[in-house]
């Protein structure tokens, strides 16, 4: 498989439009107020984290794509820390977070902290940026120019 890092601008599909308006402004809301960032910003984040949410649905029955981990579990795609932020707002506004998974792919989408070599190297990120541009909806450049990161310590300890 050929990976390209080149980020496409397809302002053709708005990726607020993979959920309901009320679902997504329950969601951008309490990622503004918890994060205490601008509405506009949290649209903005919360419309990307949505989209990790369609590429992680659209790519995970592929067999071809993604990475394992050591357990043989497979994941595709991994958040950059902004991303992670929006992600961890919603996961804690549980009834529009649930709504979200549902609507975009038909389940839950739960949280899975790991660290691994792909994040550390950059290759996981390889793979998210792949399966965002697989979406076909509008990828800002302002959040998916990072690194990939890992919200948990490597050794957590548990």
Not at 128 to 155: H, M, V
Request: charged content about 20%; proline content about 8%.
């Amino acid at each position: 498989m050929t990976l390209t890092t080149a980020l496409p601008v397809q302002a053709d599909k708005d990726p607020q439009a993979l959920v309901d308006p009320e679902t997504f402004d329950k969601l951008a809301e309490f990622f503004a107020a918890r994060q205490e960032v601008t509405k506009i910003y949290a649209r903005r984040a919360v419309g990307q984290m949505l989209l990790m949410l369609k590429a992680h649905a659209d790519s995970q029955h592929d067999p071809d794509f993604g990475r394992l981990l050591p357990d043989g579990r497979s994941y595709r795609v991994v958040p950059t820390e902004p991303v992670d932020a929006a992600w961890h707002a919603s996961l804690q506004h549980t009834e529009a977070y649930a709504a979200a998974c549902e609507q975009i792919g038909g389940g839950f989408v739960h949280h899975v902290p790991i660290l691994t070599e792909g994040m550390a190297d950059g290759s996981s990120l390889e793979y998210t940026r792949q399966a965002l541009k697989a979406t076909g909806y509008y990828i800002d450049p302002a959040f998916w120019d990072g690194e990939a990161k890992s919200c948990c310590p490597p050794n957590p300890g548990i």
